[in-house]
């Protein structure tokens, strides 16, 4: 199943990052607790991994997975409040295949507390021009993340 994530995810971000590269490709386990695009509630479909995919360029996507698509919460800058990540959202990417990705600008955030100190709790909210809501709740297993470009 792992390996079909991050080939997912490789291709979800083939189109946005073609400048960038890759420096960290996390695989985080746990359950997903909501996964929403505006009033629709994907939470059923939503897999019990997370991706995080650091770039060269300082971008950070964390990638969620639901009914055959892929959810990208996108963002450049990020603070460190107490023992969590916040992390500022710019785009929400949705993808099916490689030829059927969607880059959508919003504003919003996540926040990340540390999934190397145990169960973590990870959230995003975003929001579009058009006022569409984009938000995702998950909660790791406790057990550490699993650096994909390390193994």
């Known amino acids: 199943m792992r390996a079909v994530?991050?080939?997912?995810?490789?291709?979800?971000?083939?189109?946005?990052?073609?400048?960038a590269s890759p420096v960290n490709m996390l695989t985080i386990n746990g359950s997903c607790e909501g996964l929403w695009l505006d009033t629709n509630d994907l939470t059923p479909t939503c897999g019990d991994q997370l991706m995080q995919m650091v770039?060269?360029?300082g971008r950070v996507g964390l990638y969620a997975f639901a009914g055959g698509q892929i959810?990208?919460?996108?963002?450049?800058?990020?603070?460190?409040?107490?023992?969590?990540?916040?992390?500022?959202?710019?785009?929400?990417i949705l993808?099916?295949?490689?030829?059927?990705?969607?880059?959508?600008?919003?504003?919003g955030s996540c926040?990340?507390?540390?999934?190397?100190?145990?169960?973590?709790?990870?959230?995003c909210e975003a929001r579009d021009d058009q006022g569409w809501a984009y938000?995702?709740?998950?909660?790791?297993?406790g057990s550490p993340p699993v650096d994909e470009l390390a193994e």
């Open 95 to 107: 993808g099916k295949s490689e030829t059927d990705i969607m880059a959508q600008p919003v504003r």
């Open 111 to 123: 926040v990340y507390e540390n999934p190397y100190a145990g169960r973590a709790l990870f959230t």
């Open 5 to 19: 994530l991050v080939l997912a995810a490789l291709t979800a971000t083939a189109a946005p990052a073609l400048a």
């Open 55 to 57: 770039y060269d360029d």
């Open 71 to 92: 959810f990208v919460f996108s963002g450049g800058s990020d603070s460190v409040v107490g023992d969590e990540i916040h992390q500022d959202v710019d785009q929400i």
């Open 135 to 141: 938000k995702l709740t998950f909660r790791t297993d």
